[in-house]
């Protein structure tokens, strides 16, 4: 039986230390991923607690779930969107811009002395529009499945699909036009 499983299930059964390693394991990511949302870390800090005292009130009514990161990241999400809409400051209608920055392009920019294929690809990822970004983002640096992502971003599962395949095809044509085929190599995960 799934580890996750176990944990949220002593968890809805008022297990303290599942709440406490739920809690302090998903805590960065999900703060990582909200700030993606909405760059204000004391608001996405104040979301996230929120979910969590959601969490702790529902007690023995939640779903079980075996996979709690999808679904504390999912959770965090609608907080975030009814957030705003409450506050008045964003309308739902509008895209929200999603930023993010992978693990590889944090790690390129950090260094000072860039390879050519480091800059090629932190260029390319900077093509990306903001749903392909985030959708890149879960698929890849999250490793969530499409029906996760689907959930998530409110989308089906063959717009899930064309999405990843159009931010894959920008950043090949991308970095085919900066004429660098060995960082086509260096993309073989995608």
């Given at each position: ?20 390693s739920i809690y302090f394991k998903h805590f960065h990511s999900m703060f990582q991923y909200g700030i993606r949302i909405k760059e204000d870390p004391d ?85 990306l529009s903001s749903r392909q970004r985030e959708i890149i983002y879960l698929r890849y640096e999250c490793e969530m499945d499409y029906s996760q992502i ?41």
């Amino acid at each position: 039986m799934n580890s996750d499983y176990k944990i949220w299930e002593a968890f809805k059964d008022g297990d303290k230390s599942a709440l406490s390693s739920i809690y302090f394991k998903h805590f960065h990511s999900m703060f990582q991923y909200g700030i993606r949302i909405k760059e204000d870390p004391d608001f996405v800090k104040d979301c996230i607690h929120d979910v969590f005292l959601k969490l702790i009130k529902a007690g023995k009514r939640l779903n079980s779930t075996d996979n709690i990161r999808f679904y504390l990241f999912k959770a965090l999400k609608n907080t975030i969107y009814k957030r705003l809409e409450k506050e008045k400051k964003v309308q739902l209608t509008i895209d929200l811009n999603f930023k993010t920055s992978f693990v590889l392009e944090e790690k390129v920019l950090s260094q000072e002395k860039l390879t050519e294929h480091e800059k090629a690809l932190a260029d390319a990822l900077s093509h990306l529009s903001s749903r392909q970004r985030e959708i890149i983002y879960l698929r890849y640096e999250c490793e969530m499945d499409y029906s996760q992502i689907c959930d998530i971003m409110k989308i089906k599962n063959d717009s899930a699909r064309k999405l990843v395949f159009r931010a894959i095809k920008t950043l090949r044509r991308v970095i085919k036009v900066q004429k660098d085929t060995s960082l086509l190599l260096f993309l073989g995960i995608f």
